[in-house]
């Protein structure tokens, strides 16, 4: 029994290190996968983080580029915006042209039949000539050249009397009615000169701080510009013209709103839609209430009472009208008191005249909107606000559209005239009123037997020496008239020019 257990012991402690080994290698085995495990959960959450930070870098690189993108997008709109725009201007200029040609045509096919009609006469002339000819060879029984000669130098010598005597009676009769005359074809060809004029200040030029900000006055795909042109009725142009916004419209009152409306959203900075909506009505307001009041200032300073509340407005409307670079209610004004200084030496009434002149020109105030001429405009309106008659007429004939029925209508056409066309009135560069002056002395020297020729009283009057050895009399008074004509062809001037001519004959002798 003591063998068998020391043999049992013998035998566990020689199985001793194998089952050491063993347990060894299992719990080995148990820390590795333990540290795979650990190893694959590590690898795990980096793969899970490195996703993460993938996905966030793509993020923002789809951002930016949304909003580069956008970015493009909302420049090119805007370039065709303003591509729209020129493509709308160029077909304007093109239906103009296209008018101008069509009227360039028809007056060619009028000079044409009329060149026709002169090539007609013309060889009716010349059969009736060779006739009488024929006829003068068959009595005289002279040659074809001596007759020719002989005629031609009867002709000269009868004719040059008859001339300058015809040429006499003719300025006789023309003077009697050359005043009303003249006035009349001025007015009207001063009248179709305007549009000229028109075009030149139907636009205001607005000044902003920088790009960004007119960006914000264009707006998100241009809703800006296009709420502020439904609400003020004007064109809004913004091109590459660094620092500046461009508003156009006829109507001068719109175009004055729309200004100060713009103006106003720039300081304000806040450009939406709503803002821009209440900045106009807000604009309006003011213009309306600068209007009366300019309107009732002029009436006080010229006293003139009982003038109807409208009318009244429409003269504060004619502040923000020009004619020809002047204002039409400075304009007005300064009739009114010419026209009280004239009927005050006439003995007049002095109220009534500066009120016939100072609403000679109020259909101006609305001309754009009603058919017809301003002279006609306003006389319908002083009619349906009870202005008495003298007022009417003096309103409808300062063109001479009407007859003038009383002393106080030729009385506002003086004024108009003088305020209209006295020096410094209406814009005139100091460059263009000199070579003006230059032309006008130049064309008079042009002329055969002038010896000196000077412009005074502004160019209102040039006066011309001619060498009396030359020049008769009766020469004077044609070379005069041939001036004047020159003058009205060849310059343009506002008002009228007078011509004098002087022709001086000087005996000297010594007594010694």
């Avoid at 007759?147 to 000269?156: R, S």
């Avoid at 001068?252 to 304000?268: P, W, Y």
């Avoid at 009208?321 to 002047?326: A, F, K, L, N």
Wanted: net charge neutral; charged share 30%.
């Amino acid at each position: 029994m003591d063998y068998l257990l020391a043999g049992l012991g013998g035998l566990l402690l020689g199985l001793a290190p194998f089952f050491w080994h063993l347990i060894a290698t299992r719990r080995t085995q148990g820390t590795a996968k333990a540290v795979l495990e650990r190893s694959e959960k590590a690898a795990e959450q980096i793969r899970v983080e490195a996703q993460k930070q993938l996905d966030e870098n793509l993020a923002a690189q789809r951002s930016q580029f949304e909003k580069e993108f956008q970015a493009r997008r909302n420049e090119q709109k805007a370039q065709d915006t303003k591509l729209s725009k020129k493509e709308d201007g160029l077909e304007r200029q093109f239906d103009l042209i296209n008018k101008k040609v069509s009227y360039l045509e028809s007056r060619e096919k009028s000079l044409d039949k009329r060149a026709q009609m002169l090539e007609v006469r013309e060889q009716e002339v010349e059969r009736l000539i060779e006739e009488e000819k024929q006829v003068l060879f068959r009595i005289t029984d002279l040659g074809k050249e001596e007759a020719e000669k002989l005629l031609l130098q009867k002709l000269e010598r009868h004719f040059e009397h008859e001339k300058e005597t015809l040429v006499a009676r003719t300025m006789e009769r023309v003077n009697e009615t050359v005043s009303t005359r003249s006035r009349e074809i001025l007015a009207t060809c001063i009248q179709r000169m305007a549009s000229g004029y028109c075009q030149e200040i139907t636009t205001s030029v607005i000044e902003i701080p920088n790009d960004e900000m007119k960006g914000r006055v264009i707006g998100r795909e241009g809703r800006n510009i296009r709420a502020f042109e439904k609400s003020t009725g004007v064109d809004v142009i913004v091109d590459d013209t660094p620092g500046v916004i461009i508003v156009s419209c006829f109507d001068s009152i719109r175009r004055e709103m729309a200004r100060r409306a713009m103006d106003k959203l720039i300081t304000d900075g806040r450009i939406h839609p709503a803002r821009i909506e209440e900045l106009v009505a807000q604009t309006k307001k003011e213009m309306n209430d600068l209007i009366q009041q300019e309107g009732k200032q002029v009436v006080y300073d010229l006293n003139i009472p009982g003038i109807h509340p409208k009318m009244i407005t429409l003269l504060g409307r004619l502040k923000f009208r020009t004619s020809y670079g002047q204002n039409v209610l400075h304009h007005t004004k300064e009739c009114a008191y010419l026209a009280g200084m004239i009927a005050g030496e006439l003995g007049l009434d002095v109220t009534l005249a500066k009120r016939c002149a100072l609403l000679h020109d109020v259909g101006k105030a609305v001309d754009h909107e009603i058919e017809g001429g301003h002279p006609e405009i306003g006389a319908n309106i002083a009619r349906r606000y009870d202005e008495p008659p003298e007022v009417v007429n003096s309103i409808a004939s300062h063109h001479n559209d009407v007859p003038q029925e009383s002393m106080y209508a030729v009385i506002t056409q003086a004024a108009d005239s003088v305020s209209g066309s006295r020096p410094g009135a209406r814009g005139e560069t100091l460059e263009r009123y000199i070579k003006r002056l230059e032309k006008l002395e130049a064309l008079a020297l042009s002329f055969d037997g002038v010896k000196a020729a000077n412009a005074i009283q502004a160019g209102r009057e040039i006066r011309v020496f001619v060498n009396s050895q030359k020049i008769g009399d009766t020469k004077a008074l044609k070379l005069c008239r041939q001036i004047a004509l020159g003058i009205e062809e060849q310059l343009t001037y506002p008002g009228e020019i007078k011509v004098t001519l002087l022709r001086e004959t000087r005996v000297v002798e010594y007594a010694r």
